[in-house]
Every structure is written in C-alpha cells, then in structure tokens.
C-alpha cells in the first residue's frame, strides 16, 4: 500500500502513521481481518500494492493507538495489556493460524477493549448493540480460551468471565449534553458486550474461517451483505418550508401519501416531499478496494 500526504500534513505525522506498529504475522488471519468481509480482504491482498490511502485518513486511527500506549503505561502488574495470542488446530480453524491481541484483561476476568469513536456510535451501542464489536471480542475470547493456560498472573489462571467497550467519544459536547436527554452525559462510556457461548464463539470461528479460505480460491467473490455495505435503501422524506430537517422519512410513496393524508400536509403548501436514493455507504465512501470491485464498478450511485 502507498500512503500518500496529498493533505502536505507534518513530516512527524506522516511518520507516524507510516510506522504503525501493527503486525500480525505468524498468522494466516486476524481476528480483525476475520470478521471483516471476505470480498474486501481478498481484494485487498491482490491489490496491495496499487491501494492508495492519504495520511489524513489515518488520523483517528493515531488518536486510537494513542490510547493503546498510555494504557500500557497505566496499567498494574496484575492485568495483562495488550497481549497477541495465537491458535490453530485442524477443526476449527482448518489449518490456519488465527491472531488477535487484545487490550485489557483484568485479574477478574473483565475483558475490554478500548475505541475512540463518535458519540452517536457508542450511543447506538448502547441502544441497539454494535454486531462488529460483539463478534470482535467474542473472537478475542476464544482466543484466550484457547491459550487459557499462558494468561496467568502470580501462577494463577486469569479467565474471561465479562466483555466490554470503553469508547472514548471523539466529538463529545457538553453542550449536547444540556439539549438531549439520551445524549452520554460523559466523554467515556463503558459498553457492556454480550458474551457468547463456547459452541456459539467455535461456530462462528469456524463458518468465517471457511468463507475467508473459499473466496482465496476463487474470482468470483462473495458480494459483501446490505449490512456490510452499510446499504441505506431508498426513502421519501417529508420537508417543511421552514424546517431544515426532513419531519418524517418513509421507504415508500405510497406510506409518505398515507401519512401525509392522514396529518392533513399538502405538498406544494408548505412542505414538499424529496427523493432520496439508496446507496451502499462503505462502497462509495470508506472502502479501500471500491476500485478493483465488480459491485462497485457497476453500480450506480
């Protein structure tokens, strides 16, 4: 991959994020790369290196790791911090070597993982759960089940018992705070994250393991899921005249028609009703690899 600075940011910072540390080698899959789509990871490997990426795209993920290295710093002798465990066996993983490291595990068993992310991410967390974090450390789990007896802290095993999010709000605003009731009154909100099975964690390793080993064989990729492409479908949405936010969005016309007839508006009488066209977010905004994709290239966005 070549990191460009289109952005002509400081040396210091391209440097930086030049030099990340990260380095899962040992390994066929990260536990990161395992829950991620097969499609953007098969082509990422085939077109490593004509994938472009500006530093200035990186900056969150400096602020991320910033955290990485003041919790190393902080941490006490009886917690593990950021620990790379490995596994591999010829039934689950059939053949291959999954990574992944992990953040904290506490002498009590409370393992969590550290995000700097948006205050409406960690909210919708809370509200609705946030599948990409429920698999990644339910992965992470299975990996120190698996390597139990090489987590121990003066000759004693320390077990998994929970898993949590600590996300850092990186645009959190007291100001907010004042005008929204479920706004996070905090800058930092602890997420607790459902913890699966040990049938439910060998699962899902094993069917991910084995949709990541067929897409290597083939050209005809899998298409990433609607909710992989973050897919937002089309909707009609109701604008008021002195309103600069929609009053109410529908799927379809015909309920947009329904509502409006049944709360007395009248388009072209103070309100109008707009089109809006469905897209596939990630594809068009935040996929590294849009450009080598069949779905993308042929799609109309």
């Known amino acids: 991959m070549n990191i460009t600075n289109k952005s002509n940011l400081p040396k210091v910072i391209e ?21 991620a789509p097969p499609r953007i990871r098969v082509l990422e490997m085939r077109n490593w290196d004509l994938i472009e990426d500006d530093v200035s795209n990186r900056i969150f993920s400096l602020l991320g ?25 010829d039934k689950i993983t059939n053949g291959w070597t999954l990574s992944g490291q992990f953040d904290l595990l506490s002498r009590q068993g409370d393992l ?4 700097v992310t948006s205050a409406w991410a960690a909210l919708d967390a809370l509200t609705n759960g946030k599948e990409e974090w429920e698999n990644q450390l339910n992965v992470l789990d299975f990996l120190c089940r698996k390597n139990q007896k090489t987590l121990t802290r003066y000759k004693k095993e320390v077990k998994v018992k929970s898993l949590s999010i600590m996300a850092i709000l990186r645009d959190w605003s007291k100001l907010k705070v004042m005008q929204s009731d479920n706004y996070p009154r905090k800058q930092v909100v602890m997420i ?3 913890r699966w099975s ?12 084995k949709l990541h080993q067929d897409a290597e064989k083939t050209d005809d990729l899998p298409l990433c899921t609607a909710k992989e492409r973050w897919r937002k479908e089309d909707s009609h949405a109701l604008m008021l005249d002195n309103r600069k936010t929609a009053k109410r969005v529908l799927p379809t016309r015909q ?3 329904q509502y409006m007839k049944d709360n007395k508006f009248v388009e072209g009488q103070g309100c109008k009703v707009v089109f809006r066209a469905g897209q596939d977010v990630r594809c068009q905004h935040y996929c590294s690899v849009n450009q080598f994709c069949s779905h993308f290239m042929n799609v109309s966005f």
């Open 15 to 35: 440097r930086a994020v030049k030099n990340d540390p990260y380095d899962s080698s040992g390994s066929n899959i990260s536990a990161t790369r395992l829950i």
């Open 65 to 89: 790791q910033s955290v990485h290295h003041i919790l190393e710093r902080s941490k006490l002798k009886v917690d593990i911090a950021e620990r790379r465990l490995f596994y591999k066996d």
């Open 112 to 115: 969590t993982d550290f995000k």
């Open 198 to 209: 040990e049938e439910e964690q060998n699962n899902y390793v094993q069917a991910r393991i």
């Open 192 to 194: 607790p994250i459902r």
């Open 255 to 257: 309920e947009m028609d």
